[in-house]
């Protein structure tokens, strides 16, 4: 048997390893690198139309973008959002299909579309011999990996996930609507536009500007850039760059006790760095 000296010190471990654990949450988060995994975006078949088509955006998962090679389900979708010059488009049809779910609706004036879909919450656990490997592709902090590593026994990691993308097209123009920001209340993460700077997007978490965050910006040649936000939350693409591009960025919020749930926000934006308006 333990002796009380035993018992208090292993009780003091325990309680210093929590209480690493909750200085390492105090900042809500942990800061990472967007994954390598599959990666979900709005891809509209095109970034200009005229006003009266027929605009079709199709969302997609793949792990190299623009590749479309898995279409959720509609019931996975928690929000959808279409936003023409400023006001709130009603008429969307959807189809389902094994590589897309294609959103459709009618261009009725010119301006700059803004499309978006946030995906339901999916929840799962990282088996205890993948977690080691999980906690390095989200970037975790030691003291975060070394609270969970000290749970006794071998635990699963939980862990649960949203999806949340987003994309800009034209509609004859995008000089009308182009505001400063536009957001979308359900997405806990997300990029909106930057009037002053059509290069610069600003990343968004719970509707607060996201500063000195990580973000990947995915050309359609597949080319890959690192960048991170400024400290007022803003994220400069390069003017030399052209053409389609997919912005992403991920937050990872710990649980307040390292046996609770790890859940990652996803955030996507794709637009076409050629259409200045």
Not at 28 to 43: E, G
Not at 90 to 107: H, N, P, Q, R
Not at 113 to 126: D, H, L
Not at 134 to 163: C, H, M, Q, T, W
Request: aromatic share 8%; with cysteine.
């Amino acid at each position: 048997m333990r002796n009380n000296f035993s018992l208090q010190n292993s009780a003091h471990s325990k309680r210093r390893r929590f209480g690493l654990f909750t200085s390492a949450v105090l900042m809500a988060a942990i800061i990472v690198t967007p994954s390598l995994a599959h990666k979900t975006f709005l891809w509209p078949s095109k970034f200009l139309w005229n006003t009266g088509d027929v605009v079709d955006v199709a969302l997609t998962s793949a792990l190299a973008f623009p590749d479309l090679q898995f279409g959720p389900a509609r019931d996975r979708i928690s929000f959808t959002s279409v936003v023409l010059d400023n006001e709130a488009v009603g008429a969307l049809s959807y189809e389902e299909s094994d590589t897309i779910l294609k959103v459709t609706f009618t261009a009725e004036r010119p301006g700059l579309a803004v499309i978006a879909m946030s995906s339901k919450p999916r929840f799962g656990e990282i088996k205890p011999e993948d977690a080691s490997a999980y906690l390095d592709e989200i970037g975790a902090e030691a003291s975060v990996r070394a609270a969970f590593e000290a749970l006794p026994g071998s635990p699963p990691l939980n862990r649960s996930y949203s999806k949340h993308s987003k994309t800009f097209i034209c509609i004859e123009t995008c000089s009308i609507g182009y505001e400063a920001r536009f957001a979308s209340a359900e997405q806990a993460l997300q990029f909106v536009a930057v009037k002053s700077d059509k290069t610069a997007f600003m990343l968004l978490r719970n509707g607060k500007p996201v500063a000195s965050h990580a973000v990947s910006v995915n050309t359609s040649d597949q080319a890959h850039h690192d960048l991170s936000t400024n400290e007022d939350g803003i994220v400069t693409i390069d003017p030399a760059m052209t053409g389609a591009v997919m912005m992403m960025s991920i937050w990872i919020t710990v649980p307040d006790q390292p046996d609770g749930v790890y859940h990652s926000d996803y955030a996507t934006l794709t637009v076409d760095l050629s259409q200045k308006g």
